[in-house]
């Protein structure tokens, strides 16, 4: 996909410095960290249990680091596996250790209680300022969240005013689950990642694309860029590529589609919200 301009899937790039120090770098040091000291105890482990230990150590160990580096240099979604992995070498790391304190006779039992209970408390107090380092990622996507009733109107006006099995168009992918758990008696053109229209279809995809971009009001196009003879009316791909009769789009997102239809004879607004809209794409004419 190098190269070809998308316009959703910012967590399929790599991570940027400030994801870097934000979201690798702690869990990244405290699993290094713990990893010397699983290195510096394993062979004073218990010896019938010390082969477990270091396999599902390194097994851990290693896939943090694989998913970090995959985070960091080429898909920031890795992030997820990495913490994953990273947590469950952590869990394993002070577990070994409380088993290697158990294994030292010469350590009194009161000190080995007083050293857990301070790791523990030491654990969280990061997890702690962990939850601190996310409250401001959390506040600013609340802020952009949707309603739970997103979509709500503009489902319920497809499903009172359409026949079953009607092809809707969404402009957008993301738009696909509020549409579909509101009204489910509609079909919808995708609702997963644009890259798998790409993969199925380049033609379609780019079609979908340049509406999606809110430049394909009037024409569209099978390729990232064609000649004037490759030009395709735009309701004609719906209606003969697509086989849509309607076309659902949000006003912030399509606003030069929507005054642009507003006045196009190829497309009657039969639905407003003015939030969301709907256009019912017309017959071609004869």
């Known amino acids: 996909m190098k190269g070809i301009p998308l316009i959703f899937g910012r967590e399929l790039k790599p991570s940027d410095a400030m994801g870097f120090l934000r979201q690798i770098l702690p869990v990244f040091l405290i699993v290094l960290i713990l990893a010397f000291v699983f290195i510096k105890i394993r062979k004073k482990l218990p010896a019938e249990t010390r082969q477990i230990w270091m396999t599902k150590f390194y097994s851990a160990f290693s896939l943090t680091i694989i998913f970090a580096l995959i985070a960091q240099f ?11 992995f990273g947590v469950f070498t952590i869990a394993l790391i002070v577990t070994a250790y409380f088993a290697y304190l158990e294994n030292q006779k010469k350590i009194r ?51 009172e005013n359409t026949k079953p099995g009607d092809i809707v168009f969404n402009s957008r992918w993301d738009y696909f689950g509020g549409l579909f758990f509101w009204n489910q008696q509609n079909y919808y053109i995708n609702g997963m990642d644009p890259i798998f229209a ?20 009037t024409n569209t196009c099978e390729k990232i860029r064609c000649v004037k003879e490759e030009i395709i009316p735009t309701n004609e791909a719906l209606l003969n590529h697509f086989n849509s009769s309607y076309l659902v789009l949000r006003h912030v997102q399509n606003p030069k589609t929507y005054f642009y239809w507003l006045e196009d004879k190829n497309y009657e607004l039969v639905f ?11 017959p071609l004419a004869k």
């Not at 790409?198 to 009001?217: K, N, Q, R, T």
């Open 74 to 84: 080429m898909m920031r979604r890795s992030y997820d596996l990495m913490n994953g």
């Open 109 to 159: 039992p009161d000190y080995i209680l007083k050293t857990k209970n301070r790791i523990l408390m030491a654990g969280l107090i990061i997890i702690c300022l962990f939850s601190a380092n996310s409250v401001t990622l959390a506040y600013k996507y609340m802020g952009q969240a949707w309603s739970p009733t997103y979509l709500k109107d503009v489902s319920q006006w497809l499903k």
């Open 198 to 217: 790409y993969a199925y279809s380049e033609p379609l995809y780019w079609e979908s694309h340049f509406i999606a971009a809110d430049v394909g009001y």
């Open 272 to 282: 407003d919200n003015k939030k969301e809209a709907v256009f019912k794409v017309m």
